[in-house]
T-cell receptor, first 114, second 111 residues
């Protein structure tokens, strides 16, 4: 079946603008994770959902970051008032249920804030 | 808090065996996973260890010693396509169902 998809693949925005990044998980996967990866580093946890609810948002760096998953499938990561330090690859992963050790990652969205 | 340590780079030749180590510090350890990531690609799952010992999957094996807070990924019969970054990741009970990834080890396989 189809894997995890993310759109857009690349996003260039100006400092101060608002952006939305979309993740479409594998059908039937109840858990969805967002990570941020900077060059040469490992994925950094941001938030995860079990179903529609954000079960743990402790990784969100500040209140400019917000994510939703209203129907328990597609998720959107929203970043307000973007800063140059937000530039990174944003990865989405899904798993059958939260805590499953095998996560399926999407190709990521490369965000560049100029 | 949590921390994971991995060597930053490893270089080996085709056909060789290479071991990538991972040491971790967590409050409540659940298990150690390994992921492979090619440049520009998505991380892909390789293996998982929840208990001490060796898990083998084809050319790749992974080992865990919970008493030593240590694990490794063993890659045998190296191929050029194995050139990638390798990440260990732990699930820490103190942090619920989320995962913490190591900084990654960049493996270069030479002809």
């Amino acid at each position: 079946g189809a894997g995890v998809s993310q759109t857009p693949s690349n996003k260039v925005t100006e400092k101060g603008k608002y952006v939305e990044l979309r993740c479409d998980p594998i059908s039937g996967h109840t858990a969805l994770y967002w990570y941020r990866q900077s060059l040469g580093q490992g994925p950094e946890f941001l938030i995860y959902f079990q179903g529609t609810g954000a079960a743990d948002d402790s990784g969100l760096p500040n209140d400019r970051f917000f994510a939703v998953r209203p129907e328990g499938s597609v998720s959107t990561l929203k970043i307000q008032r973007t800063e140059r330090g937000d530039s990174a690859v944003y990865l989405c992963a899904s798993s059958y249920q939260a805590g499953d050790y095998e996560q399926y990652f999407g190709p990521g969205t490369r965000l560049t804030v100029t | 808090g949590q921390s994971l340590e991995q060597p930053s780079e490893v270089t080996a030749v085709e056909g060789a065996i290479v071991q990538i180590n991972c040491t971790y510090q967590t409050s409540g350890f659940y298990g150690l996973s390994w992921y492979q990531q090619h440049d520009g690609g998505a991380p892909t799952f390789l293996s998982y260890n929840g208990l001490d010992g060796l898990e083998e999957t084809g050319r790749f094996s992974s080992f865990l010693s919970r008493s030593d807070s240590y694990g490794y990924l063993l890659l045998q019969e190296l191929q050029m396509k194995d050139s990638a970054s390798y990440f260990c990741a732990v699930r820490d009970a103190a942090y619920g169902q989320n995962f913490v990834f190591g900084p990654g080890t960049r493996l270069s396989v030479l002809p």
